[in-house]
């Protein structure tokens, strides 16, 4: 079975630091690109970044652009995101989600989709 | 920016047809796939569409996409409405390297 699982969501305060993984199975992660999406609560699906599967190619969203660092580790099936300079805008669901496609360097589909974990940024 | 714009919400009666759509902001909206994803409450996103109209296996044909160049704008069409259907739905495509998701539809089936 695909599967993605998200970890490393907490509660942290405005300016600090978090970094979430992903682990993936089921599938061989190290052909896939993949790609980070945030859901602010009650609000929409935000994408945030993209690596490839080499980690050759990176995308950022505006608005995490010089403050968040996707990367990906395919020997342990694992992509991170780590988030510096954390503000109040921040805080949302944070997923992992599959490219559909093997071996493309621009974003594709996505599927599958982790649960997501949480981060909350506050005083 | 690229952007794509949805209805806030829609609502149907079971059984019947209900389209969302999904405009692009510039540009051409043909130039690059159109995906679709349901959410349901407390759920993460799962495709119902992809590629402007391919269903990924174990989605019914009771879903279906079409895009319009005319109106540049992508259709996400759901006919026989069941209750199970009622979600948030997003589209979602790309310019270059930047992904773009839609501001998500609530469909309410009542």
């Known amino acids: 079975e695909v599967q993605l699982v998200e970890s490393g969501g907490g509660l942290v305060q405005p300016g600090g630091s978090l970094r979430l993984s992903c682990a993936a199975s089921?599938?061989?992660?190290?052909?896939?690109?993949m790609n980070w999406v945030r859901q602010a609560p009650g609000k929409g699906l935000e994408w945030v970044s993209f690596?490839?599967?080499?980690?050759?190619?990176?995308y950022y969203a505006d608005s995490v652009k010089g403050r968040f660092t996707i990367s990906r580790d395919n020997a342990k099936n694992s992509l991170y995101l780590q988030m510096n300079s954390l503000r109040a805008e921040d805080t949302a669901v944070y997923y992992c989600?599959?490219?559909?496609?093997?071996?493309?360097?621009?974003?594709?589909?996505?599927?599958?989709w982790g649960q997501g974990t949480l981060v909350t940024v506050s005083s | 920016n690229f952007m794509l714009t949805q209805p806030h919400s829609v609502s149907e009666s079971p059984g019947k047809t209900v389209t969302i759509s999904c405009t692009g902001s510039?540009?051409?909206?043909?130039?690059?796939?159109v995906q679709w994803y349901q959410q349901r409450p407390g759920s993460a996103p799962t495709t119902v569409i992809y590629?402007?109209?391919?269903?990924p296996s174990g989605v019914p044909d009771r879903f279906s996409g079409s895009i319009d160049s005319s109106s540049n704008s992508a259709s996400l069409t759901i006919s026989g409405l069941k209750t199970e259907d009622e979600a948030d739905y997003y589209c979602?495509?790309?310019?270059?390297?930047?992904?773009?998701f839609g501001g998500g539809t609530k469909l309410t089936v009542l």
């Open positions: 590629e402007d109209n391919e269903r």
């Open positions: 690596i490839s599967s080499s980690s050759s190619t990176i």
């Open positions: 089921g599938f061989t992660f190290s052909s896939h690109s």
């Open positions: 989600a599959r490219d559909n496609l093997e071996y493309y360097d621009f974003p594709d589909w996505f599927d599958p």
């Open positions: 979602q495509s790309y310019d270059g390297g930047n992904v773009v």
């Open positions: 510039s540009g051409s909206i043909a130039s690059n796939y």
